[in-house]
C-alpha cells in the first residue's frame, strides 16, 4: 500500500538507538542536547529546545510568549488543529484568516481584517512545507506589537529570502514535528528554535514542570548549598523529549540532505507528469521560497470531472495507493464550530478542501511508483 508519507529508517538508525538503549541515559541525557544543537546549527537559531511532539512544542511556544485568556491569536484554517488547540490550551481565543487558494498559505490581507486590540501572536503554517509571505507577516507584528510563531512542522529544511525555515529571522520561536511523516522522524518528537534566550529559558523550565535545578537560578537563595534542591517556578508540563528519540533524531538529521534531495525530485516528477492537464494543478511555487515539500497537494476541480472526491479515493484505494486530504480546514470541526463558526466563514479554504489530495511523498517512493499513482489517477478521472 502507497500512502502519503512515510518514515524512512535504515540500519544505522536502529543501531543508534540501540546504542542509547544499552547507555546510562534513557532519558535527560547527553542525546537530547546534541540533538538539540544539531537542529540550531542546520536552522542557523541560536536556540533549540526539544520536547514530546510539535503540539507541544506549539503550546510551550504560546505559553512562553504569554498567551491567555483574554488574547486572541491568528492562525489559518487550513491546519492541523494541533495549530489551534495551542492557542485554546492557554486560554485564548482562536481567529482564523483565509489562505490564498493557489498556495494554501495564510493571507495577509486576510490577516489585517482580523487584527483587534486584543490580537497577541500570529501563528503562520508553512503549509506543505512552502514558506508563508514572512516579510510582510514581521511587518504587520512591529506595527501591531504581535508575537510571531512559525509552525514549520512541514517546513524543516525549507528556506524563505535565503534564510533557513526555523532561523526565527521573522519570528520569535519555530516549532517543528517529527511525526513519523515528516522530513526526518523521532516517532513522535518536536522542537522549538529560537534566538532569544529569555524565551529559551521560559521553554526549558516550561518543558520540565516549571522546575529548574540550576543553582545560578534559584528564587530561593538559601536552599543553593542544597545538593538535592530543585525549585518549581512555574507551572509547567512534563514534555521531555527521551534520549531514545532523540537518538533516532540526530541519526535522522545525518540523512536530512539526501531526504530533501529526493523530496524536489519527487514533487518536479509530479509536476512534469501532471503538466498541460488542465484538470489537475499543483499548489503555485513561490519565486521567495525553497521548500522542502512535506506533501504534495494536487488540486482537482471535481465539478469538472465525472466523479466524487470519495469515488476517486475508492478507485485508488482498490489500486493500492492510500490517499489522504489535507485538511479539514478546522471552523468545520464540531469543537470549533461551538465558538460560533459556521460553513462559509472562509470559502477559499473550504473550496480549497473540497479540491485538494495528497499525493504520496516520501523519500523511498520510487520514479516508476510515481508514474504509477499518476497513471492511474489520469485513467481513474477520465
Ligand atoms: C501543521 C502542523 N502543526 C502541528 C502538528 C502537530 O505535530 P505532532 O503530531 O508532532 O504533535 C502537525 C502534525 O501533523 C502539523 O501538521
Not at 532519558?27 to 546549527?41: D, M
Not at 509530479?270 to 488540486?299: M, V, W
Request: glycine share 6%; hydrophobic share 35%.
Amino acid at each position: 500500500m502507497l500512502s502519503y508519507g512515510r518514515q524512512s529508517i535504515d540500519k544505522k538508525d536502529i543501531n543508534t538507538v540501540i546504542e542509547v538503549l544499552r547507555s546510562n541515559w534513557l532519558t535527560q541525557g547527553p542525546k537530547v542536547i546534541e540533538f538539540e544543537n544539531s537542529l540550531s546549527r542546520f536552522t542557523q537559531a541560536r536556540y533549540c529546545v526539544a520536547v514530546a511532539n510539535g503540539t507541544a512544542a506549539l503550546h510551550l511556544a504560546a505559553l512562553a510568549l504569554g498567551l491567555k485568556p483574554g488574547d486572541e491569536a491568528i492562525t489559518t484554517p487550513l491546519t492541523f488543529v494541533a495549530t489551534a488547540n495551542c492557542i485554546r490550551y492557554c486560554g485564548a481565543t482562536v481567529k482564523f484568516a483565509d489562505i490564498n487558494p493557489t498556495t494554501g498559505l495564510i493571507d495577509t490581507d486576510e490577516i489585517k481584517k482580523h487584527l483587534t486590540p486584543k490580537t497577541k501572536v500570529l501563528i503562520p503554517v508553512h503549509y506543505a512545507g512552502q514558506s508563508c509571505d514572512m516579510a510582510t507577516i514581521t511587518s504587520l507584528a512591529k506595527k501591531h506589537h504581535l508575537f510571531v510563531i512559525e509552525d514549520a512542522a512541514h517546513a524543516l529544511g525549507s528556506k524563505y529570502q535565503g534564510k533557513m525555515v526555523g532561523s526565527c529571522s521573522f519570528s520569535d520561536l519555530t516549532s517543528f514535528s517529527f511525526h513519523p511523516v515528516k522530513t526526518i522522524t523521532t516517532g513522535e518528537g518536536g522542537a522549538i528554535t529560537t534566538n532569544s534566550y529569555s524565551l529559551y529559558k521560559k521553554l526549558l523550565l516550561l518543558r520540565t514542570h516549571g522546575i529548574t535545578n540550576n543553582p545560578q537560578d534559584f528564587v530561593t537563595k538559601s536552599f543553593k548549598k542544597y545538593p538535592w534542591y530543585y525549585e518549581m517556578q512555574t507551572l509547567g508540563f512534563n514534555y521531555r523529549l527521551s534520549d531514545i528519540h532523540a537518538a533516532l533524531g540526530l541519526s535522522q538529521m545525518k540523512k536530512l540532505p539526501k531526504f530533501i534531495k529526493r523530496r524536489h525530485e519527487i514533487v518536479s516528477l509530479y509536476r512534469k507528469l501532471f503538466a498541460g492537464d488542465g484538470r489537475f494543478q499543483l499548489i503555485k511555487e513561490l519565486s521567495n521560497s525553497k521548500a522542502t515539500f512535506h506533501l504534495c497537494p494536487l488540486l482537482i476541480d471535481f465539478s469538472k470531472v465525472s466523479l466524487t472526491k470519495r469515488e476517486l479515493f475508492k478507485k485508488l484505494l482498490q489500486k493500492g495507493i492510500k490517499l489522504q486530504v489535507h485538511y479539514l480546514p478546522i471552523h468545520l470541526q464540531p469543537y470549533y464550530q461551538t465558538f460560533g463558526y459556521k460553513l462559509g466563514d472562509f470559502p477559499q479554504s473550504e473550496r480549497f478542501y473540497n479540491q485538494v489530495i495528497s499525493l504520496p511523498l516520501y523519500y523511498g517512493l520510487t520514479d516508476t511508483q510515481v508514474s504509477s499513482i499518476v497513471t492511474h489517477i489520469k485513467k481513474i478521472i477520465s
